[in-house]
T-cell receptor, first 114, second 114 residues
């Protein structure tokens, strides 16, 4: 079935370090891909998305490129800040059909220290 | 700034008691989702509605959980009777017909069943 696999956390970095959080997926057809972020004590919020192969989603300095050939959607940021400490969820939406469901990964906790 | 609202934000109750959680989706959104988040299981989809009709409740324990949408501005999730293993954060999310890919999450209800 359709699924998302994320790297295990926590990811611990110093401020201004480069961030990569890996995400791979299994899906029938051509899904839309998402990264959501959850700050402490809050609900998830959309960080970025890409709807077709080779699309790059970007927001707040974060980027991810939809790679169909490697079925990946890795999240990157060139220089992290303490305020980026949160849990990051990769997700996919199955191809057009009679469903609005998102399939989420298990989440990766990022901890950034000054 | 349109937001999903959830009440109560925190609930502590004793085993066997009924618990009702409420969600007000963003005005104009036609899909509503209920999720449960725990450390052990991560984020689980319990049920979702489109145009107030339940489309999928396969993630919900049927014997004690029920979800309804009495009207377009209110979704409820009820647990009766509650058990300690129901302790979790319950999130509601809504999605709009115009951008059905994106789900907007509420702040969650933290439930503790003693």
């Amino acid at each position: 079935g359709d699924s998302v696999t994320q790297m295990e956390g926590p990811v611990t970095l110093s401020e201004e370090a480069f961030l990569t959080i890996n995400c791979t997926y299994t899906a029938t057809g051509y899904p839309s891909l998402f990264w959501y972020v959850q700050y402490p004590g809050e609900g998830l919020q959309l960080l970025l998305k890409a709807t077709k192969a080779d699309d790059k989603g970007s927001n707040k300095g974060f980027e991810a490129t939809y790679r169909k050939e490697t079925t990946s959607f890795h999240l990157e940021k060139g220089s992290v800040q303490v305020s980026d400490s949160a849990v990051y969820f990769c997700a996919l939406k199955v191809p057009p059909g009679n469903t609005d469901k998102l399939i989420f990964g298990t989440g990766t906790r990022l901890q950034v220290f000054p | 700034d349109a937001r999903v609202t959830q009440t109560p934000r925190h609930k502590v109750t004793e085993m066997g008691q009924e618990v009702t959680m409420r969600c007000q989706p963003i005005l104009g959104h036609n899909t509503v989702f209920w999720y449960r988040q725990t450390m052990m299981q991560g984020l689980e989809l319990l049920a979702y509605f489109r145009n107030r009709a339940p489309l999928d409740d396969s993630g919900m324990p049927k014997d004690r959980f029920s979800a309804e949408m009495p009207d377009a501005t209110l979704a409820t999730l009820k647990i009766q009777p509650s058990e300690p293993r129901d302790s979790a954060v319950y999130f509601c999310a809504s999605g709009g017909a115009g951008e059905s890919d994106t789900q907007y999450f509420g702040p969650g209800t933290r439930l503790t069943v003693l």
